[in-house]
């Protein structure tokens, strides 16, 4: 199909008026096509070698209007660092509608109702580092939002510094937050709380619909899929940097990537985001506050949800979160199943990993070959000793394997991506697209979405960070 042969339907205009707030998007001045992400396309059943430039940046820059388009903004409050905020609502977000179950949305677009004091466009910095990681995330097998595609301008953005705007083509199954039931709970309005649950029903728990319990069934699920998603951040060194309430879907992805970073060296307490000086979402803090989180969506919820079945299940998120880390770590070390022991043997890994100021990407990559020859594991370590020590439990609890090695090796090296999307790495591909040259970002896109692959061009990519570039901490500008 082509682009202008695209019908779109807005499902979210049925809602009450409260809802949103109907508004174009603001063109860029001259758009400058960056990069289209094939598969975006084909999730929308576009052919991508139909797509021309022009038409991406028109549908993009708000000047090509696909058939059924209404833009909108949609209308949202939510807890940011722990205070509630009474209303946010999409600031430089405009939806175009949904089509094929994803809801295209333009972020940089201009401003809404929703926009206070802010400009509603984004910088081309972030855009990169949003529209390539949700690729990446999405081949990790972590649910999330895609990407479609990307345009830049000349339009100066002013920030710390003056940057040049552009816009990204975002799309999801929903884009309805914790913080779009606060809004509504908050405000006491209930019969529109009541409208959003059967919303987002429809949207993302259509299984639940007819159940004579919805909406507990609907919150259980929530929070198993938080949980979830939460351990699959762990298991991979991802940290968000900005888990407030509005930045939490209720459909369990990953959304809203800001000072987001795959961690360099293992270290439990990282913030990547570098206004966050208390901590609060650094990476050990990420289960509680996902449970934080959906207390306060259970706060939300409680005019349409007794009390006792919201409190119940809260209870099943630390359950759901241990077993499904603990599943994802036995993967990562090839282990065949569960035996007494393992959680010790996780706990010692990351103490290991952290004593010797181990990257844990390339670590986990080189034990995907390990049979026993040691030194490329204990060449990452500046504690060999500790490693030593932890690979000698490793060797016993191997012997428990009833898998061939090979088969061990061919499963992990499936598992354990060669290539993350590290800070640094970005941020070589933001240097050239700040200078006109988006080729890194382009071939980017492919490593982020072949992650267990081999890319000789960008072997160096999969080593450790060198020192200079490691953990490097970014503002929430953007
Ligand atoms: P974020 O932390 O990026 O998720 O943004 C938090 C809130 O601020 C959301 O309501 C955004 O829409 C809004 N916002 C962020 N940046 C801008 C901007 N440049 N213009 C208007 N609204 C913004
Ligand atoms: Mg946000």
Redesign the pocket.
């Known amino acids: 199909m082509k682009l202008t042969d695209l019908t779109l339907t807005t499902p979210y205009l049925d809602l009450d008026p409260i809802f949103y707030d109907k508004v174009s998007p603001t063109p860029l001045h001259r758009p400058k096509f960056i990069s289209l992400n094939p598969s975006g396309a084909e999730l929308l059943g576009l052919k991508p070698d139909l797509l021309k430039p022009d038409e991406v940046n028109g549908l993009l820059n708000g000047t090509l209007i696909l058939k059924g388009s209404i833009p909108y903004a949609m209308c949202?409050a939510?807890h940011?660092f722990g205070h509630y905020v009474p209303r946010?609502?999409?600031?430089?977000?405009i939806n175009l509608g949904k089509s094929n179950g994803w809801n295209l949305q333009l972020k940089g677009s201009g401003?809404?109702l929703?926009?206070?004091?802010?400009?509603?466009?984004?910088v081309l910095r972030s855009s990169i580092r949003e529209y390539l990681i949700a690729e990446a995330m999405h081949a990790l097998g972590i649910p999330t939002t895609r990407s479609f595609a990307l345009i830049g301008s000349e339009e100066r953005v002013a920030r710390e510094r003056w940057e040049k705007g552009a816009i990204v083509l975002r799309l999801s199954p929903s884009w309805i937050r914790f913080g779009s039931f606060e809004y509504f709970y908050h405000t006491h309005r209930h019969r529109e709380l009541k409208s959003l649950a059967d919303f987002l029903l429809a949207e993302s728990y259509p299984h639940l619909q007819n159940s004579p319990e919805s909406y507990v069934e609907m919150f259980r699920e929530i929070v198993s899929r938080t949980a979830e998603l939460i351990a699959l951040w762990q298991s991979v060194g991802f940290n968000h940097g900005?888990m407030?309430t509005?930045?939490m879907s209720a459909a369990g992805l990953t959304i809203?990537y800001?000072p987001y970073a795959f961690m360099d060296t293992f270290e439990s307490g990282y913030i990547c985001n570098h206004t966050d000086t208390y901590g609060r979402y650094s990476y050990d803090s990420q289960p509680g506050i996902g449970l934080w989180n959906l207390q306060c969506l259970a706060l939300a919820l409680s005019p349409l949800i007794p009390k006792e079945k919201l409190e119940s299940a809260l209870e099943l998120y630390a359950p759901i979160y241990s077993s499904k880390l603990q599943e994802l770590l036995r993967a990562k070390l090839g282990l065949d199943d569960e035996h007494h022991g393992d959680g010790e043997l996780y706990r010692e890994l990351f103490k290991m990993l952290e004593g010797g100021y181990v990257d844990m990407t390339p670590f986990f990559r080189t034990l995907s070959r390990y049979d026993g020859e040691r030194s490329s594991l204990l060449a990452q370590s500046l504690s060999t000793e500790t490693m030593n020590r932890w690979l000698d439990r490793y060797d016993a609890r191997l012997e428990l394997n009833t898998s061939s090695t090979p088969k061990r090796h061919t499963r992990m090296l499936c598992t354990n991506p060669k290539y993350v999307l590290k800070n640094y790495i970005l941020q070589e591909s933001i240097e050239l697209a700040e200078q006109g040259d988006y080729t890194l970002v382009n071939n980017l896109l492919h490593i982020a979405q072949n992650p267990y692959d081999e890319h000789e061009r960008f072997e160096r990519y999969a080593r450790a960070t060198p020192s200079e570039h490691k953990n490097i901490r970014l503002s929430?500008s953007?």
């Open positions: 949202y939510g940011q946010l609502g999409d600031g430089r977000a401003q809404t929703y926009s206070r004091q802010g400009d509603g466009r984004a900005v407030n509005d930045n809203d800001g929430c953007s």
